[in-house]
């Protein structure tokens, strides 16, 4: 999929288009602040330069006309640099709708919680959104202060403790678009990242569907997996929506077979990952706060039968 560069020079929303324009015009109209005084200075250095035997040039020591000059000059630009921020404020950033958002985000040390009691559904750390329709946040945290950020699609905006907060989000063309956590909030803070998956109508429908789904009633060693689930206390922290769904100190379980990655960003979602995650957390992502369990090779191979169900 295209657009996913993960700049901000490359924007993919009218909001990001705000912020871009905002900055290059400011760069160039320093540029030409910098062009005017570098040109000056340059002309004095050489049209002035000590020549034995030559007068004194004119002194303007006091001149109130210069005075004038060079105090409203840069007022104007000033002002005109203030009226292009406002009015860039005003396109990144408008209005939050009136009544439910369209999806909530809520942050955790160190990954997203992605909710829409709207919709019906519970994700983490990957947000599907329809091409061209722009989709209000409203965003919280369970604990400190994060900030959420997807460089090419939204602003920034912090995630305050007792506040909610609001973002809008929109992506105009289809494409994966990293998100990330862009203000410290702990040791894995670097990896508090998320994707931004952008799609058709249907396919934001199917995905909305598809978590939407509880999950199915394992079987086998499956089923035993389940069982360690409960028994090693898995689910104080995991909801898996169909057998609990009120836990969230860790991440929605549910459909975690089917997320790219694991750990908010820090490794593909394949088997070994799988494997190494659920063998020692903290070899994965030191400090994450999931602990080890020291399972022995038969709880873990159950609990991964387990978990490779959740799709
Ligand atoms: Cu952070």
């Not at 722009?134 to 699609?153: C, G, K, N, Y």
């Not at 089923?223 to 969230?248: E, K, M, W, Y």
């Not at 088997?271 to 020692?280: H, K, Q, S």
Request: proline fraction near 7%.
């Amino acid at each position: 999929m295209n657009g996913s560069s993960g700049s901000i020079f490359d924007p993919v929303s009218p909001h990001t288009q705000a912020i871009s324009d905002l900055f290059v015009i400011t760069l160039w109209i320093c540029a030409a602040i910098f062009a005017v005084v570098a040109g000056i200075v340059g002309y004095s250095l050489v049209h002035y330069r000590w020549n034995e035997g030559a007068a004194d040039p004119v002194q303007i020591a006091g001149s109130k006309r210069l005075e004038i000059i060079w105090t409203a000059i840069p007022c104007v630009i000033v002002l005109v640099l203030f009226g292009l921020t406002v009015h860039a404020m005003e396109q990144s950033d408008p209005e939050p709708p009136v009544g439910e958002p369209d999806l909530e985000v809520i942050g955790h040390q160190w990954w997203w919680e992605v909710r829409s009691p709207k919709l019906g559904f519970v994700a983490a750390n990957e947000i599907y959104i329809p091409v061209g329709r722009p989709m209000s946040i409203r965003l919280d945290t369970a604990d400190v202060l994060h900030e959420f950020w997807v460089p090419q699609l939204t602003r920034k905006m912090t995630t305050v403790p007792g506040r909610g907060n609001h973002v809008w989000m929109q992506a105009d063309q289809p494409g994966i678009y990293q998100g990330v956590c862009s203000e410290f909030c702990g040791t894995q803070h670097a990896w508090m990242r998320f994707e931004v998956i952008a799609v058709s109508e249907e396919e934001f429908d199917a995905w909305v569907e598809q978590q939407r789904q509880t999950a199915a009633v394992p079987t086998g060693d499956a089923a035993r997996g389940a069982q360690l689930f409960r028994d090693l206390t898995c689910i104080n922290c995991h909801a898996i929506q169909g057998v609990a769904s009120h836990p969230t100190a860790g991440p929605d379980l549910t459909h975690v077979a089917s997320r790219r990655f694991l750990g908010s960003g820090i490794v593909p979602n394949t088997p070994e990952n799988l494997r190494r995650w659920m063998t020692d957390p903290q070899e994965v992502k030191p400090g994450a706060l999931m602990p080890n369990f020291k399972l022995n090779d038969e709880q873990l191979a159950h609990l991964l039968a387990y978990l490779a169900t959740l799709r």
